[in-house]
């Protein structure tokens, strides 16, 4: 089967610097994305990995290391609004055909 | 910018009614895609649609629910006899490659 893991909850500081893991179990690895979601709202994209190392977009980065089925996002300079559920997602494909598994979210909460 | 729109916002059915949520994507994104989310739990693919077509679909998918692009440009989920735990909220999504937008989404209510 294809599953995915992150932690349940973390806490930092305005200010701090965050990393949120995600481990992954699947076939047809072919990317690994990485979508905020804040409480009442749709997912949005963060980033995209198909390729091992770090991608950075601004404040944010993720990174993909394919031989150990493990990616991270990295949160710089956290700011309140921040305060977010951060999901980890397995792209795969089969046959030229996708399907997207998601993580079971990470609840970043960010304090004054 | 564009943007995925779904409507309607909010269905409230009844146990056993046929319900149609219906999507718009982002008009150049060849892929599309439904979610469901239960409260306060994970993003769920039910199904992912291309070059109209049913190109992948989860466990969950099952003969209850049947999706199409009637027009072009719309995109519905059809869910027959609805049951309780159908009760969530359902995103479409488009993307072209990868890159997922998704709608605000349909917050369904079975009763």
């Known amino acids: 089967g ?3 893991e992150q932690p349940s909850e973390v806490t930092a500081v305005e200010g701090a610097i965050v990393q949120i893991n995600c481990t992954y179990q699947t076939s047809g690895f072919y990317g690994l994305s990485w979508y905020q979601q804040h409480d009442g709202g749709a997912p949005t994209f963060l980033s ?19 031989s150990d ?8 300079e956290l700011q309140m609004k921040d305060s977010a559920s951060y999901f980890c997602a397995v792209r795969s494909s089969f046959s030229g055909t996708y399907k997207y598994i998601f993580g079971t979210g990470t609840r970043l909460k960010v304090l004054a | ?32 895609y439904w979610y469901r989310q239960i409260l306060g739990q994970k993003v769920e693919f039910l199904v992912s649609f291309y070059n109209n077509e049913i190109s ?13 692009r009637p027009d072009g440009s719309n995109f519905t989920l059809k869910i027959r006899s609805t049951k309780l735990e159908d009760s969530a909220m359902y995103f479409c999504a488009s993307s072209y490659p990868y890159e ?3 709608g605000p989404g349909t917050r369904l209510t079975v009763t």
């Open chain 1, 48 to 66: 995209y990995n198909a390729l091992d190392g770090l991608e950075e977009t601004g404040r944010f980065s993720s990174f993909l290391s394919r």
């Open chain 2, 56 to 68: 992948e679909k989860s466990e969950i998918f099952d003969d209850q629910f049947s999706v199409e």
């Open chain 1, 69 to 76: 089925s493990y990616g991270y996002l990295l949160l710089q």
């Open chain 1, 2 to 4: 294809q599953s995915l």
């Open chain 2, 1 to 32: 910018e564009p943007e995925v729109t779904q409507t309607p916002s909010h269905q409230v059915t009844q146990m056993g009614q046929e319900v149609i949520l219906r999507c718009v994507p982002i008009s150049n994104h060849l892929y599309f």
């Open chain 2, 100 to 102: 997922q937008y998704f």
